[in-house]
């Protein structure tokens, strides 16, 4: 059997490290009912002295439940998911880096802090990763502004349109001018040491470009990788550009892919040719035939308010009959 640790260096993770996951994850998720200190002191009991990463939120842009949702259950507090957020902690050197800053970002610094404090002030992040400039990934930015955190340069990494767009328009030039952020540069496929334990990779992918370019990330750590897509068109203009899914996701040990809709047809009143992603159905048809070790790492994110695997349903059952996951808000990868 496969081990957890250093030693256990190895593509899969194996069943008991997944058992030991799903422990952490629900104690962690037990813990959004409020009894987030003797959460935060498990997790760190249980995850070592290794850097993981936390996811901070699951939803598409536009949160859950979106503006302009009628009153009824959608509002009840444990249907509340944040906007699509990882974090990267680093427990030894005690860094956080985090990847999007999204319109929920007071929410999820605060769950962070709860669980892995940073000595290093407000916001004590030791850099910001975003990868475009849709409303859920970057506007967070605002929060380190004058009017709220007042924060002093903060690195934020982008690629060079994104920097430029942060650059060129208010309100986000103000953050550039003040030195509340400073950019940093990020390229295709090249990668970024985090310290000597981390690096992160950023990968190019088609998606709708209006005003930046997107990517995903490739975070490796000393024994896993992890991938975070959580935009992106569907799989087959992606193809067209020489990379397969497939690959990435072998490459992986753990992949959080953008699962903004189930199927098509969800949105009503909506062409969804206008708005593409890879339906949750299309990722499993192109993983049907993969081993189950290949679709057990692929962990689906970026929920839309339409999808109903954000919540328990017959469709969610059928993913995770199927073999693939659910990113929950505050589970636990060791790197
Ligand atoms: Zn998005
Ligand atoms: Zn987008």
């Known amino acids: 059997m496969r081990g957890c640790g250093r030693a256990?260096?190895?593509?899969?993770?194996?069943?008991?490290?997944?058992?030991?996951?799903?422990?952490?994850?629900?104690?962690?998720?037990?813990?959004?009912?409020?009894?987030?200190?003797?959460?935060a002191d498990r997790a760190f009991a249980t995850a070592g002295a290794g850097p993981y990463v936390v996811v901070l939120g699951t939803a598409q842009d536009g949160g859950q439940p979106q503006a302009g949702t009628p009153p009824g259950p959608a509002w009840s507090p444990e249907r509340r998911r944040y906007v699509t957020s990882l974090a990267i902690v680093d427990p030894v050197t005690r860094e956080r880096w985090l990847f999007e800053a999204t319109p929920d970002f007071r929410e999820q610094l605060h769950a962070l802090d709860r669980l892995a404090p940073s000595a290093a002030g407000v916001p004590g992040l030791t850099a910001i990763f975003v990868t475009h400039a849709h409303v859920g990934h970057y506007t967070g930015l605002l929060h380190l502004g004058r009017e709220v955190i007042g924060a002093r340069r903060v690195p934020v990494y982008a690629m060079p349109r994104m920097r430029a767009f942060l650059s060129a328009?208010?309100?986000?030039?103000?953050?550039?001018?003040?030195?509340?952020?400073?950019?940093?540069?990020?390229?295709?496929?090249?990668?970024?040491?985090?310290?000597?334990?981390?690096?992160?990779?950023?990968?190019?992918?088609?998606?709708?470009?209006?005003?930046?370019e997107t990517v995903g990330f490739r975070i490796s750590g000393p024994a896993r990788t992890v991938i975070f897509l959580p935009d992106i068109d569907k799989w087959e203009r992606w193809d067209e550009q020489g990379t397969r899914i497939e690959d990435v996701v072998r490459d992986a040990d753990v992949a959080y892919l953008d699962a903004t809709f189930y199927r098509d047809g969800e949105v009503p009143g909506r062409a969804m040719s206008e708005i593409p992603h890879p339906f949750i159905v299309e990722t499993m048809l192109r993983f049907a035939r993969a081993p189950a070790s290949e679709r057990a790492k692929i962990r689906f994110i970026h929920f839309n308010r339409t999808n109903p695997v954000a919540f328990p349903s017959a469709e969610r059952s059928a993913v995770e009959r199927a073999g693939f996951r659910v990113a929950n808000m505050l589970e636990v990868v060791p790197l």
């Open 8 to 39: 256990g260096k190895v593509r899969g993770v194996g069943a008991r490290c997944y058992w030991l996951l799903a422990l952490i994850g629900a104690v962690l998720v037990a813990g959004c009912s409020g009894r987030h200190d003797t959460v």
């Open 169 to 212: 328009h208010g309100p986000w030039d103000q953050l550039v001018r003040l030195e509340n952020i400073v950019l940093r540069e990020l390229a295709d496929g090249v990668t970024i040491r985090l310290n000597e334990r981390v690096s992160v990779t950023p990968f190019r992918v088609p998606h709708r470009d209006e005003y930046s």
